[in-house]
């Protein structure tokens, strides 16, 4: 993990086109301000782990479902 060190309006670049610029800084929270092209998606961790969870469920038959698919062949 690379640890960097910014103040209240200084940003950092990745990839060359997602910049993160240091909003407000207020006792132990930050506001941060992601500018990135409308084709990244970009989630909150706790979101993008339930979104992940959920692809994961339904990619899961449940046996009803699998004898359902054979019945319509």
């Given amino acids: 993990m690379l640890t960097l060190s910014r103040k209240k309006g200084e940003s950092l670049v990745i990839n060359n086109n997602i910049e993160v610029t240091v909003l407000e800084v207020r006792g132990d929270q930050i506001k941060l301000g992601i500018s990135a092209p409308k084709d990244v998606p970009i989630y909150r961790k706790?979101?993008?782990?339930?979104?992940?969870?959920?692809?994961?469920?339904?990619?899961?038959?449940?046996?009803?479902?699998?004898?359902?698919?054979?019945?319509?062949?």
């Fill in 46 to 73: 706790e979101i993008y782990l339930e979104i992940q969870e959920a692809n994961k469920q339904s990619q899961t038959l449940s046996p009803d479902t699998v004898n359902a698919l054979k019945n319509l062949l």
